[in-house]
T-cell receptor, first 110, second 114 residues
Framework: GEDVEQSLFLSVREGDSSVINCTYT??????LYWYKQEPGAGLQLLTY?????DMKQDQRLTVLLNKKDKHLSLRIADTQTGDSAIYFC??????????FGKGTTLSVSS | DAMVIQNPRYQVTQFGKPVTLSCSQT?????MYWYQQKSSQAPKLLFH???????NEADTPDNFQSRRPNTSFCFLDIRSPGLGDAAMYLC?????????????FGNGTRLTVT
């Protein structure tokens, strides 16, 4: 069945770049999403990429999609302490619910 | 700002005592969802409404029910909460169904069962 895998933890220093990786199994996925969840809050949509794109950049965020390998990454440039949160990757296609990964906890130390 | 609002933020209920969680939206989205999220896990979809059409996930326990009296409001009713139902409950909306439109989440209600 469909599955979305992420590493559970990532620790970086303030000012460094963070790269959060995600793999998915369903080649029919149309959209790939990144959500951010801060402690005690809901999920906030960060960015998403359509499956016919390789890359999308939005300020400090860069999303890379390797459709052949079913690999998605989120790069955060100049990581700040306010970026500390759980980051969820999700895949979606028409007619089915989004499938979320278990989330990657990003810890940023000053 | 258009948003998804969940009340209350924290809810404590007793084992077996019915509880209702509320969600409202000002986005005028067709679809409203309820997710259950336990610690260190992905959100798990319980059910969703497309307008008035109710769609239950196959593995959602009968203990969980939902009501959507109008476009703006959706309720999650837990008829007889067990200790295993303690979790964060997230409401979300989207313009359309499926995974091709982004979800907009509320801040969640954290349910404690004593």
């Amino acid at each position: 069945g469909e599955d979305v895998e992420q590493s559970l933890f990532l620790s970086v220093r303030e000012g460094d770049s963070s790269v959060i990786n995600c793999t998915y199994t369903d080649s029919s996925s149309t959209y790939l999403y990144w959500y951010k969840q801060e402690p005690g809050a809901g999920l906030q949509l960060l960015t998403y990429i359509f499956s016919n794109m390789d890359m999308k950049q939005d300020q400090r965020l860069t999303v890379l999609l390797n459709k052949k390998d079913k690999h998605l990454s989120l790069r955060i440039a100049d990581t700040q302490t306010g970026d500390s949160a759980i980051y969820f990757c999700a895949e979606g296609q028409a007619g089915t619910a989004l499938i979320f990964g278990k989330g990657t906890t990003l810890s940023v130390s000053s | 700002d258009a948003m998804v609002i969940q009340n209350p933020r924290y809810q404590v209920t007793q084992f077996g005592k019915p509880v209702t969680l509320s969600c409202s939206q000002t986005l005028n989205h067709n679809v409203m969802y309820w997710y259950q999220q336990k610690s260190s896990q992905a959100p798990k979809l319980l059910f969703h409404y497309y307008d008035k059409d109710f769609n239950n996930e196959a593995d959602t326990p009968d203990n969980f029910q939902s009501r959507r009296p109008n476009t703006s409001f959706c309720f999650l009713d837990i008829r007889s909460p067990g200790l295993g139902d303690a979790a964060m409950y997230l409401c979300a909306t989207s313009r359309g169904t499926g995974g091709i439109t982004p979800l907009h989440f509320g801040n969640g209600t954290r349910l404690t069962v004593t």
